[in-house]
Structures are given as structure tokens and as C-alpha cells.
């Protein structure tokens, strides 16, 4: 038996004497042209021209990679709402059965409080980072951590004399800006000086309905940003010297399990009520994202490309007839149709049934 050399890529490919020992596009093509037998030229015949087959596309690698990124990041968060819904709907249950019987604790509402915290705790990770706190789904892009910062108001930035500000975000000199504040600035300058000073490093800018600048961040970068917030002024708005740090706080999130007790019949009330605000902002959520994956998939059924056909029933039967004979050519054929399988695109594919 000769072995031949052969591409990474699946296929049948040939060797001199034309037999199959694989599933190379050169087969594919060969098949689809029909220009060769299954012996090859016959002798003394003078070799055939190289003829210029189409090639074959393989559907997934054609598609547009953050059309991927989106069905995936959607489908990750309609598992982790999904989730996190069923684990308050049993909880909501047991605890309105625990209220009409009046009973006490038995450990088993600890239990499923402690489940439903860690599962609220593990969001970023398994939502794949596509849901901040407040279940707002960001899609592929990483979600943010939203905070406020003491002092950084409209009303204090907008009156005073012209100053200077430095703005230190996560130490380092490459963290430190500067924003120039002046008299007659309009609030939506000021704050577009804001974003336009603090964008570079990480974190965006824009203002509350009550007239609060409100900063975001990358949530993966929030602890490095949380503690390492400072401001050095001329002494109108900030005080001059060295950098003051300041203190950020973090926008509430929309469910706090910590906040969760079940010792008695009161705390079993308040909780409950809790847990059916968390459930219905847990379902909007999951209304909403399922909307995003509904569109994400009508968009990849119209963008799927035209994979060329032509020669695949040839193909498809010389590849059941090698896959069912025993020996090396079966091992080769089989290895070779599972080259670059992997989860993410069995997952791309079973979520657009």
C-alpha cells in the first residue's frame, strides 16, 4: 500500500494512479466535471489539460464571524435567564406554600436561597459576559458596570471659574487625564468633554436624570476602577495639591439575593416579594434576548452562502463506499470529514432549527 502526502484539509485526494485514498476538493471537482475515471488516463493517451473547477465552500467559515458572535452571546444568555428564572419560579413557590402553612424554617429555603445567589454571582461568567447587573444584554460586546462618582454633578461642574481637573482612573501615568472646564459650558459639553478625556482609558461618560455624570466600564474592569478614582483641581471645584481620591458607587443591581431571608415569617414576606420582582425582571430580560437571537438567526439564514453542489452525490457515495471497508482508507476518510468539528459550530448550527 502507498501512502501519499496530503493536505490538512478533508477530502478525497488521488494519487498517481488516479484511485481515491480520501476527501480533497480536487476529488470533489473531478467528480462534478466527471473528467476522471476510476482508472485514470489510459495509456499512451496524452495527459488532459488541468481543468478549473469551482471550489468548495464550506458554509460555517463563510459566514460573517460577529453573526457567530451573536447567536452564540444570545444563546448563552437566554441559557443563564432561563436559568436563573426556574430557580426563582421553585423558590416563589416554596415560599408561598411555607406562608399558607404558616411553617418555619426548615432548611430547605437557606438551601435554595444559597443556590440562586451563587448562580446570581457566577452571571458574567456564564452569561459569557453579555449581561451587566441590571440584565441589560450587550450582545457580543463585553457588558459594562455603571457607577457615580461623589462630586462630579452638573450643578458643581457647570459653576465656577475656568479650571483644569485631573482625572486619575486605575493609577498609572497612562491613567491620568485632564478635562478643561470653563464658565457658559452647556451640560451636554460638559459631559462630551467628560467621555471625550476618559474614552481612551476604558471608561464612558454620560449624565442621569438627575444630573449626575455617570460612568461605565468594562465589568471585567471594574475592580481595578472601583478603588482607584482621583481628581486634583486648582481649589474652584477640587481642591489643588496632590490627587483626592474620590468614591465610586456602583449602580444597584437588579437582584440582591444577599439581601434574602427566610428566619421567620416576616422576613419569608419581604422575601417573597423580592423574589417575584427579581422574576419578573428576570422574564423582560429573557423576552428581550430572545428577540436578539430570533433576529440574529433570521439573519444568518439569509446571509447562509450558496455551497456548490455540484458532484456532492458522487462524492457522498464514494465516501459511505470507503467509510464502510475496514483498513486505513475507512480511518482516513472518517478523520478527515471531522477536521475543525467543534462545539461552537454544532451549537451555530442547532440554533437555527
Same mark, same amino acid.
Given at each position: 500500500m502507498q501512502i501519499i502526502q496530503r493536505s490538512?484539509?478533508?477530502?478525497?485526494?488521488?494519487?498517481?494512479?488516479?484511485? $481515491? $485514498?480520501?476527501?480533497?476538493?480536487?476529488?470533489?471537482?473531478?467528480a462534478a466535471q466527471g473528467k476522471t475515471s476510476a482508472n485514470g488516463p489510459a495509456p499512451g493517451a496524452p495527459a488532459a489539460p488541468p481543468t478549473q473547477a469551482a471550489p468548495v %465552500?464550506?458554509? *460555517?467559515?463563510?459566514?460573517? &464571524?460577529?453573526? &457567530?458572535?451573536?447567536?452564540?452571546?444570545?444563546?448563552?444568555?437566554? =441559557?443563564?435567564?432561563?436559568?436563573?428564572?426556574?430557580q426563582l419560579r421553585s423558590l416563589k413557590t416554596d415560599l408561598a406554600a411555607k406562608l399558607a402553612s404558616r411553617q418555619m424554617r426548615?432548611?430547605? *429555603?437557606?438551601?435554595?436561597?444559597?443556590?440562586?445567589?451563587?448562580?446570581w454571582r457566577n452571571r458574567r461568567e456564564v452569561s459569557g459576559g453579555s449581561l451587566d447587573a441590571q440584565l441589560k444584554y450587550s450582545g457580543s460586546e463585553p457588558s459594562s458596570q455603571r457607577f457615580t462618582v461623589r462630586g462630579m454633578s452638573l450643578a458643581n461642574l457647570r459653576n465656577g471659574a475656568r479650571e483644569t481637573l485631573a482625572?486619575?482612573?486605575?493609577?498609572?501615568?497612562?491613567?491620568? %487625564? @485632564?478635562?478643561?472646564?470653563?464658565?457658559?459650558?452647556? =451640560?451636554?459639553?460638559? #459631559?462630551?468633554?467628560?467621555? &471625550?478625556? *476618559?474614552?481612551? #482609558?476604558?471608561?464612558?461618560?454620560?449624565?442621569?436624570?438627575?444630573?449626575?455624570l #455617570?460612568?461605565?466600564?468594562? /465589568?471585567a474592569n471594574w475592580p481595578g476602577v472601583r478603588d482607584a478614582i482621583a481628581v486634583q483641581g486648582s481649589g474652584i471645584r477640587f481642591p489643588t495639591g496632590q490627587l @483626592? %481620591? *474620590?468614591?465610586? /458607587?456602583?449602580?444597584?443591581?437588579? #437582584?440582591?439575593?444577599?439581601?434574602?431571608?427566610?428566619e421567620d415569617i416576616e422576613s419569608m414576606r419581604d422575601t417573597l416579594q423580592q423574589v417575584m420582582q427579581a422574576l419578573s425582571h428576570v422574564e423582560q430580560a429573557l423576552a428581550k434576548v430572545r428577540g436578539e437571537l430570533n433576529t440574529a438567526?433570521?439573519?444568518?439564514? %439569509? @446571509?447562509?452562502?450558496?455551497?456548490?453542489?455540484?458532484?456532492?452525490?458522487?462524492?457522498? $457515495?464514494?465516501?459511505?463506499?470507503?467509510?464502510? /471497508?475496514?483498513?486505513?482508507? @475507512?480511518l482516513l476518510a472518517l478523520t478527515s470529514a471531522l477536521v475543525g468539528i467543534n462545539r461552537d459550530r454544532v451549537v451555530s448550527l442547532l440554533s437555527l432549527r
Amino acid at each position: 500500500m502507498q501512502i501519499i502526502q496530503r493536505s490538512s484539509t478533508a477530502g478525497i485526494s488521488k494519487d498517481t494512479s488516479g484511485s $481515491t $485514498t480520501g476527501l480533497d476538493q480536487a476529488g470533489l471537482a473531478g467528480a462534478a466535471q466527471g473528467k476522471t475515471s476510476a482508472n485514470g488516463p489510459a495509456p499512451g493517451a496524452p495527459a488532459a489539460p488541468p481543468t478549473q473547477a469551482a471550489p468548495v %465552500r464550506r458554509g *460555517l467559515s463563510n459566514w460573517d &464571524q460577529p453573526l &457567530q458572535n451573536d447567536i452564540s452571546s444570545a444563546q448563552q444568555a437566554v =441559557d443563564f435567564l432561563e436559568q436563573t428564572a426556574a430557580q426563582l419560579r421553585s423558590l416563589k413557590t416554596d415560599l408561598a406554600a411555607k406562608l399558607a402553612s404558616r411553617q418555619m424554617r426548615d432548611g430547605q *429555603l437557606e438551601q435554595q436561597v444559597r443556590q440562586f445567589a451563587d448562580t446570581w454571582r457566577n452571571r458574567r461568567e456564564v452569561s459569557g459576559g453579555s449581561l451587566d447587573a441590571q440584565l441589560k444584554y450587550s450582545g457580543s460586546e463585553p457588558s459594562s458596570q455603571r457607577f457615580t462618582v461623589r462630586g462630579m454633578s452638573l450643578a458643581n461642574l457647570r459653576n465656577g471659574a475656568r479650571e483644569t481637573l485631573a482625572i486619575s482612573v486605575g493609577g498609572g501615568a497612562q491613567g491620568l %487625564r @485632564s478635562v478643561h472646564l470653563s464658565p457658559g459650558l452647556s =451640560d451636554k459639553e460638559i #459631559v462630551n468633554r467628560f467621555d &471625550q478625556a *476618559l474614552g481612551p #482609558v476604558g471608561v464612558r461618560v454620560s449624565a442621569n436624570e438627575n444630573g449626575d455624570l #455617570v460612568f461605565a466600564t468594562d /465589568e471585567a474592569n471594574w475592580p481595578g476602577v472601583r478603588d482607584a478614582i482621583a481628581v486634583q483641581g486648582s481649589g474652584i471645584r477640587f481642591p489643588t495639591g496632590q490627587l @483626592s %481620591r *474620590l468614591k465610586a /458607587e456602583p449602580e444597584q443591581p437588579a #437582584v440582591m439575593p444577599e439581601n434574602w431571608g427566610v428566619e421567620d415569617i416576616e422576613s419569608m414576606r419581604d422575601t417573597l416579594q423580592q423574589v417575584m420582582q427579581a422574576l419578573s425582571h428576570v422574564e423582560q430580560a429573557l423576552a428581550k434576548v430572545r428577540g436578539e437571537l430570533n433576529t440574529a438567526t433570521q439573519r444568518a439564514e %439569509r @446571509s447562509m452562502p450558496d455551497i456548490e453542489v455540484a458532484g456532492v452525490e458522487d462524492l457522498a $457515495t464514494r465516501f459511505a463506499r470507503i467509510a464502510n /471497508e475496514p483498513g486505513y482508507q @475507512s480511518l482516513l476518510a472518517l478523520t478527515s470529514a471531522l477536521v475543525g468539528i467543534n462545539r461552537d459550530r454544532v451549537v451555530s448550527l442547532l440554533s437555527l432549527r
